[in-house]
T-cell receptor
């Protein structure tokens, strides 16, 4: 079984500043990793995913994440945020032989002008 | 439709009543999931359907919860004798299967259930 820890529950950030959302996971097997975003009053959307290959993954809206196997981390970054990035962000992991996603508790990002 | 749809979007019920939540997956997606999101928490897996296989019910929290998927498409999640602790957003997701592996889930907007 896997578990996911998102280290920050709330991240306030000014517009055009960089942001990093931290995610650590625990698993005894190889995993796939995901970041989902939930905009206010909307459903979850996939931002990016790591399946294999390059450990630096680029997603939509200028986000990227880096898989670090030794540190069991998958931190999400964006070099310059916009007001429209205000949302809740979820990190998730699945076993490569399974289909169920285990989610972190979420990080709420609030971007201020 | 273009995405996963769920109905109703909001449901308020009294403790002890039964509720049914509906999910219409993306056409052609063979896998369907139900998750629950309680306030301030991450998503909890409830149940998974894949094709004609027996569903994975390992996440259902009690026997008051059940789900069915008719004709490999629409799914209904039923909660009997609702309790206040059942208050949450119930999310449905569907995914395709390619090369023998199930793809990542596409989520619906959710049903917000409030049990008074």
């Amino acid at each position: 079984a896997q578990s996911v820890t998102q280290l920050d529950s709330q991240v306030p950030v000014f517009e055009e500043a960089p942001v990093e959302l931290r995610c650590n996971y625990s698993s005894s097997v190889s995993v796939y990793l995901f970041w989902y975003v939930q905009y206010p009053n909307q459903g979850l959307q996939l931002l990016l995913k790591y399946l294999s290959g390059s450990t630096l993954v680029k997603g939509i809206n200028g986000f990227e994440a880096e898989f670090n196997k030794s540190q069991t981390s998958f931190h999400l970054r964006k070099p310059s945020v916009h007001i429209s990035d205000t949302a809740e962000y979820f990190c998730a992991v699945s076993d490569r032989n399974d289909y169920k996603l285990s989610f972190g508790a979420g990080t709420t990002v609030t971007v201020r002008a | 439709g273009a995405g996963v749809s769920q109905s109703p979007s909001n449901k308020v019920t009294e403790k002890g009543k039964d509720v049914e939540l509906r999910c219409d997956p993306i056409s052609g997606h063979t896998a369907l999931y139900w998750y629950r999101q309680r306030l301030g928490q991450g998503l909890e897996f409830l149940i998974y359907f894949q094709g004609n296989s027996a569903p994975d019910k390992s996440g259902l929290p009690s026997d008051r919860f059940s789900a069915e998927r008719t004709g490999g498409s629409v799914s209904t999640l039923t909660i009997q004798r609702t309790q206040q602790e059942d208050s949450a957003v119930y999310l449905c997701a569907s995914s395709y299967e390619a090369s023998g592996r199930v793809g990542h889930p596409f989520f619906g907007p959710g049903t917000r259930l409030t049990v008074l």
